[in-house]
């Protein structure tokens, strides 16, 4: 009897699954990222935290951001399993960290890359990718090299704004829905996608909108990644250690000792600026003139006297 109502009390303990934000962030910028979780009901015995990493890059377009992306989301999820969380989810696009995690823990970490991915292809023939800019991209080539799933994807379509990956779409409506209902139209017209996935986790306030005005399924990646990891939890399942080795030794201590040292660096030194910023600055530094070197006035030669 003892035995039953144990196991009964365990079915019954809330499950944690940790949330790693790419992005230092705090208040309501962080708050941002945490509504992700209220557009999905997945029953009152799951609980989400949000971690932001330390440091992180301007943001994720090419592959020095993608390394950098896995260091700092790795390193933030080192402890979650000694912390007692149930599972991992990451909150970008890229995957990052995603497979140096599942190498050191033994409970399941849930990319949204490949979860809406292989969502959509189990709800449609073609999916296609709705962006706010066109240097998101390489992110979903990433995933979609490793998945080996180019046949069935119909394409993309942007709106060509850069993202602000504090505020979100916050305060943006207004602008940023109707030209995101234009171009998903035109991604089920002219692509001909069956399914439309949302290019990034911080675009999860427009789904709502669209999904109400577009004939097709929209996949919000964050709750589609949460829903993921709940089915992983319940079915006691986890990435396969033939696919993700763990390491022979592991080397936690030096790598949160390099990262804060990166980190207090950091704050000491020069600011760190993103792309434009040293493009703005390499211009100034050879568009700058010297200055003139004033003119030494000559000196006569002293005459001598007749």
Request: aromatic share 8%; with cysteine; net charge positive.
């Amino acid at each position: 009897m003892l035995v039953r109502d144990r196991e009964k009390s365990m079915a019954r303990k809330k499950k944690r699954v940790l949330v790693l934000v790419p992005f230092p962030m705090a208040g309501e910028h962080l708050a941002m990222r945490e509504a992700q979780s209220k557009q999905v009901d997945l029953g009152p015995d799951l609980e989400f935290h949000y971690k932001p990493v330390k440091w992180a890059g301007t943001n994720f377009v090419g592959p020095y951001d993608y390394v950098v992306g896995d260091f700092t989301i790795l390193e933030a999820g080192l402890q979650a399993q000694d912390d007692g969380f149930d599972a991992v989810c990451i909150d970008t696009m890229s995957d990052s960290g995603v497979a140096a995690l599942r190498a050191v823990l033994d409970i399941p970490v849930i990319g949204p890359g490949r979860t809406t991915i292989l969502t959509a292809m189990m709800l449609g023939d073609k999916f296609g990718m709705l962006v706010m800019w066109e240097r998101w991209l390489g992110l979903y080539k990433k995933v979609m090299d490793e998945l080996g799933v180019w046949h069935k994807y119909a394409g993309y379509q942007s709106i060509g704004m850069a993202p602000d990956r504090f505020s979100l779409l916050g305060g943006e409506e207004r602008v940023v829905f109707p030209k995101l209902l234009k171009a998903g139209k035109k991604l089920v017209e002219e692509n001909g996608a069956d399914v439309i996935i949302l290019g990034s986790t911080s675009m999860h306030q427009a789904r709502d909108f669209l999904a109400e005005n577009l004939p097709v399924p929209v996949i919000s990646p964050g709750p589609t990644s949460y829903a993921a990891a709940l089915m992983m939890i319940n079915l006691r399942l986890a990435q396969s250690r033939k696919s993700y080795p763990a390491p022979v030794g592991r080397s936690d201590d030096y790598i949160h000792g390099m990262l804060d040292a990166a980190v207090a660096a950091a704050k000491k030194g020069p600011k760190i600026v993103g792309a434009e910023g040293l493009k703005k600055k390499g211009a100034k530094k050879a568009g700058a003139t010297k200055k003139p070197a004033a003119k030494k006035s000559a000196k006569k030669k002293p005459t001598r006297g007749k």
